[in-house]
């Protein structure tokens, strides 16, 4: 079992840049493949970015690829989000998550992720 915690949340003009931050607890950090999820008023909770146990391998949603980039600093236990340009259409909660699935090609699904973080505001204003 893993615990998370999201910082780095809040308020952002259009254009303007946020880093989020995740940091686990618990067990072994580096165990676990790590996604950013994100859910907006009314609607699903969507995937936004994940990365492999020693960060190799990354994926992006469509819809932040060029502008988001995740890591992730397994000494700090710790998963980073990087948001640069950012939109008001990426206002929403943004989630940490850990699996320990072994499939790559599960990585953007929602219901493959064990554990999840309380998750943390942004607001994009236009």
């Known amino acids: 079992q893993v615990q998370l915690v999201e910082s780095g949340g809040g308020l952002v003009q259009a254009g303007g840049s946020l880093r989020l931050s995740c940091a686990a607890s618990g067990r072994t950090f580096s165990s676990y493949a790590m996604g950013w999820f994100r859910q907006a008023p009314g609607k699903e909770r969507e995937f936004v970015a994940a990365?492999?146990?020693?960060?190799?391998?990354?994926y992006y949603a469509d819809s932040v690829k060029g502008r988001f980039t995740i890591s992730r600093d397994n000494a700090k236990n710790t998963l980073y989000l990087q948001m640069n340009s950012l939109k008001p259409e990426d206002t929403a909660v943004y989630y940490c998550?850990?699996?320990?699935?072994?499939?790559?090609?599960?990585?953007?699904?929602?219901?493959?992720?064990?554990?999840w973080g309380q998750g943390t505001q942004v607001t994009v204003s236009s």
């Open positions: 998550a850990a699996r320990i699935g072994l499939y790559s090609t599960q990585a953007m699904g929602v219901t493959a992720y064990d554990y």
């Open positions: 990365i492999s146990r020693s960060g190799f391998s990354t």
